[in-house]
């Protein structure tokens, strides 16, 4: 029998589920209706490259409560010249005028992967963080074995930000670093995203980061079709298994599962300035 889901009395949003890719494709209206009984009813799409950041904005045309995001995914980085990047950044800039698109990304760094040459990766990161600028779009932001790297850009950046952006400049997303990377993001203003590894056993840094943080600052998010939570790790993640993240985050910092829904939609609807 399938795990009834925690019941929850305010709404959430998934700040961050990769419903364009293939994965969803044979049932994404199921995936839609379960997500919406479960309390989800709007999910962010981000993209990973040029061809997706076309699908993203397409898909937010297609249903209520449907954001995007549209960016080059550190990974992809090597998939086109250097000399091609001031074109690929003005093609996401017009793509980043659709109505639901919300940000910029997902962009950053991935030292671990290595798909892509750490300078290559610096510099479609920086181009996209200017373009966010330009956008007045906040980002959403990878980062994996690049923390150090991640964070001397983006204190960079956000010493220069635009007004509009001033107080929503993005967000960590998936959140993996530890106390000090954490606050240093804070001090800089970004909101950090917790996912499914907060439901990890194994997961003790992370479970600390997120019972210190304040809950102002906070974003949940599924990373789907990757990271699902327990009951669900080793299926395809969707968006009705927000409320297990939730529901975990509630225990962490003693409180209710209504105040965690409140507040990180709340939250959500502030950064990505959500109607
Ligand atoms: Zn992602």
Not at 81 to 94: M, V
């Amino acid at each position: 029998m399938a795990p009834t889901h925690p019941d929850t009395a305010a709404e959430l949003v998934d700040s961050h589920c990769h419903l364009n890719f293939p994965r969803y494709q044979k049932d994404l209206s199921a995936v839609r209706e379960r997500a919406a009984a479960a309390g989800v009813r709007r999910t962010i799409i981000p993209a990973v490259d040029l061809a997706g950041s076309r699908e993203v904005a397409a898909l937010t045309t297609q249903w209520d409560g449907c954001f995007g995001a549209v960016g080059i995914h550190p990974n992809s980085s090597n998939e086109f010249s250097p000399a091609q990047l001031p074109q690929i950044c003005s093609e996401l800039l017009r793509l980043s005028r659709f109505a639901e698109i919300v940000a910029i990304g997902e962009i950053g760094l991935d030292f671990y992967r290595d798909h892509s040459p750490p300078d290559q990766q610096e510099k479609v990161l920086r181009a996209q963080l200017q373009l966010a600028a330009e956008a007045a779009l906040p980002v959403i932001l990878h980062n994996r074995d690049a923390s150090a790297a991640l964070l001397d850009i983006l204190e960079e950046w956000v010493a220069d930000l635009p007004s509009a952006l001033q107080g929503r400049a993005g967000v960590l997303h998936s959140f993996s670093g530890d106390a000090s990377v954490a606050e240093r993001a804070l001090k800089a203003g970004f909101y950090l995203g917790f996912s499914g590894p907060l439901t990890y056993p194994s997961a003790a840094t992370l479970k600390e980061v997120a019972a210190q943080a304040p809950l102002d600052r906070i974003l949940l998010e599924t990373d789907g079709p990757f990271l699902t939570p327990i009951p669900f790790r080793g299926q395809r993640n969707e968006p009705a298994y927000l409320t297990y993240i939730a529901e975990r985050l509630a225990v962490l910092r003693g409180i209710s599962l209504a105040e965690v829904a409140a507040a990180t939609t709340a939250n959500a609807e502030r950064l990505f300035a959500l109607p």
